[in-house]
C-alpha cells in the first residue's frame, strides 16, 4: 500500500532556482495539503484542496504555488528558492474534513 | 493568540508509567477537531487519536485516551504504560470548521518531546 508518496526526499537548491515537490495519492482522497516544518516546530500550512480544480492558500503560502490537476497528484512549485524556505515539506491527504490526514514520508529541502 | 499551545517542551517518563500531555486550544468555532500525531526521530507522522467537537466520550484507541474538556478547552493526550518506543515528538492538531468546503487544514501546536527512560 503507498499511501502518500513524496519525491524527492532530499533536495539542495540555490538561492532564485525554482522547483516541483511531487505528491501523489493512491487512496482516491479529495483533500489534499502541503505543510511545512521548521526546526523545532510544529507544521504550518502552506497551501491545501478540497478536490480536482480547487486549490486555496494557507497560512504561509508566500513563494509557492500549487495546481491539482487530477484526485491523486498534488504538486508544489517553489517559484524562486529563498533560504526561509529551508524546512522539512509534507503532503498530507484525506477521506474527509473529519477524518485523519495521512502523511507523506517528507522532502528535506535546503536553499544555500 | 496561540490556537493550540502545548506547554510541555519536553518531559521524561518512566517505562510502563503514564503521562499526560497538555493541549489547550483556541476556537469560536462549534465544529472542531482535535487530533494528536507521533513524529519519532524517523521523521514521520503517525495518527494517535481524535476527538470532535460533539463528541461526548473521550477518545481511546489502544494505550492513548484523550482528556477532552470542551469547557476549558483542553485535550490532553493520555499514553499509559510507556514504552521505550514512545519517545518522540507529539502534536496536538485542530482542525476548525465542519463542512466540506473548509477542507481538512489542521493547525498544529508546537509539539512536546517525550523521552521514555528503561
Known amino acids: 500500500n503507498a499511501g502518500v508518496t513524496q519525491t524527492p526526499k532530499f533536495q539542495v537548491l540555490k538561492t532564485g532556482q525554482s522547483m516541483t515537490l511531487q505528491c501523489a495519492q493512491d487512496?482516491?482522497?479529495?483533500?489534499m495539503s502541503w505543510y511545512r516544518q521548521d526546526p523545532g516546530m510544529g507544521l504550518r500550512l502552506i497551501h491545501y484542496?478540497?478536490?480536482?480544480?480547487?486549490?486555496d492558500q494557507g497560512e504561509v503560502p508566500n513563494g509557492y504555488n500549487v495546481s491539482r490537476s487530477t484526485t491523486e497528484d498534488f504538486p508544489l512549485r517553489l517559484l524562486s528558492a529563498a533560504p526561509s524556505q529551508t524546512s522539512v515539506y509534507f503532503c498530507?491527504?484525506?477521506?474527509?474534513?473529519?477524518?485523519?490526514?495521512?502523511f507523506g514520508s517528507g522532502t528535506q529541502l535546503s536553499v544555500l | 493568540a496561540q490556537k493550540i499551545t502545548q506547554t510541555q517542551p519536553g518531559m521524561f517518563v518512566q517505562e510502563k508509567e503514564a503521562v499526560t500531555l497538555d493541549c489547550t486550544y483556541d476556537?469560536?468555532?462549534?465544529?472542531?477537531?482535535l487530533f494528536w500525531y507521533k513524529q519519532p526521530s524517523s521523521g514521520e507522522m503517525i495518527f494517535l487519536i481524535y476527538?470532535?467537537?460533539?463528541?461526548?466520550q473521550n477518545a481511546t484507541e489502544g494505550r492513548y485516551s484523550l482528556n477532552f474538556q470542551k469547557a476549558r478547552k483542553s485535550a490532553n493526550l493520555v499514553i499509559s504504560a510507556s514504552q521505550l518506543g514512545d519517545s518522540a515528538m507529539y502534536f496536538c492538531a485542530m482542525r476548525e470548521g465542519g463542512t466540506p468546503a473548509a477542507g481538512n487544514k489542521l493547525t498544529f501546536g508546537g509539539g512536546t518531546r517525550v523521552l521514555v527512560k528503561p
Open positions: 476556537t469560536s468555532d462549534q465544529s472542531y477537531g
Open positions: 484542496s478540497v478536490g480536482a480544480g480547487i486549490t
Open positions: 476527538q470532535g467537537s460533539y463528541d461526548e
Open positions: 487512496m482516491n482522497h479529495e483533500y
Open positions: 498530507a491527504s484525506a477521506r474527509s474534513e473529519n477524518e485523519k490526514l495521512f
